[in-house]
Structure formats: structure tokens, C-alpha cells
């Protein structure tokens, strides 16, 4: 009569180590994207605002330049994707990034497929600086002055309205 032979138990065997860390890895990475890890994926463009640009003329009046719809982004996950890798934007549609506080800024164009305005705006609601940003470029586009948002229009927008730094944001939260 043979003896049967001893199984090898499974931490010591190489192969069942090896399945076990590769599934637990595509388990993590589908956890990941199920809880909003960033995206190559180009997100719809979903309403969660409106904001409208306006300036003050000489004696105090507001002057309505021109309102959008905007997305916002509020929170790490969505700050990080921003736009990238979207194709297209309606011309009265934009983005507007919401940071806790005051201070220097710089965005960049990595993974954004179509040109923007980039216009950051202080606590004031006070555009303070824009730059004109470049599809996939990585150069690094700062503000002129400390800035606690920041709003994302196509590029050629703020010249085709006359929007300049001084001019004024009023968003209307729609979440």
C-alpha cells in the first residue's frame, strides 16, 4: 500500500501565492474605480450650477456679461480629473473648481484634449488672473495673485465676452 502524499500547504506554494496576490489586486483596482478613482474615461457634462459673469459700471450698477452652466468640482477625485480627457464643451459651459482657501494656484493641460481659459478667481469672487491653456500641454499655467477658485471655459471664451481680470462671478449652486 502507498503512503498519499502530504499537500503542500498553500502559503507555501508559489503558484497559489501568485493567484491569490493577483486577485487580490484586480479586486483593489475594481474598489478603486468604484469609488471614483480617476478616470481615462471622458465624464457627460452634468449641470450642478449656473455662473454668471458681471461687471460693475461707474455708478455701482451691475452689468451682466454672460452666464454659463457649470459642473463643479469640490473635492480631490474630481479636482484631479477636471476635463481631461473630454473632446468637447458646449461654448456656455465651464467648470468651477472650489478650494478651502486662499492661495497661489497653478493649473496645467495634461490629458485635456481641447483648449481652455483658465481663470482663477479670489474669495471676493474677483477674477484675479486667466491663462490660455494648450491641449496636453504639462507647462505649468500659475496665478497672478492668491486665488481660492478657479473656472474652466473653452478657449477664446473670455476674449469673445470681454472677460478680464476685475470682472465678477456669482455662482448659483443647483446640487
Same mark, same amino acid.
Given at each position: 500500500m502507498k503512503n498519499k502524499p502530504t499537500p503542500t500547504p498553500f502559503w507555501k506554494d508559489p503558484l497559489k501565492i501568485? $493567484? $491569490?496576490l493577483i486577485g487580490l489586486a484586480i479586486v483593489t483596482f475594481l474598489a478603486w474605480k468604484g469609488m471614483g478613482g480617476t478616470s481615462t474615461e471622458a465624464p457627460e457634462f452634468k449641470k450642478e450650477g449656473e455662473l454668471t459673469f458681471y461687471r460693475m459700471d461707474s455708478l455701482g450698477q451691475r452689468q451682466d456679461i454672460v452666464s454659463i @452652466?457649470?459642473?463643479?468640482? @469640490?473635492?480631490t477625485r474630481e479636482i484631479t480629473q477636471g476635463l481631461m480627457y473630454r473632446d468637447e464643451m458646449e461654448e456656455r459651459q465651464g467648470m468651477l473648481f472650489v478650494f478651502r482657501n486662499m492661495e497661489s494656484r497653478s493649473f496645467w493641460m495634461k490629458n485635456t484634449l481641447i483648449p481652455l481659459d483658465i481663470l482663477f478667481v479670489d474669495d471676493k469672487a474677483r477674477i484675479v488672473s486667466i491663462q490660455e491653456g494648450k491641449p496636453l500641454s504639462e507647462q505649468s499655467l500659475p496665478s497672478e495673485q492668491p486665488a481660492k477658485f478657479v473656472v474652466e471655459v473653452n478657449g477664446g471664451?473670455?476674449?469673445?465676452?470681454g472677460i478680464e481680470p476685475g470682472v465678477r462671478v456669482q455662482v448659483k449652486d443647483m446640487r
Open positions: 501568485s $493567484l $491569490l @452652466d457649470i459642473e463643479m468640482a @469640490d473635492n471664451f473670455c476674449k469673445q465676452y
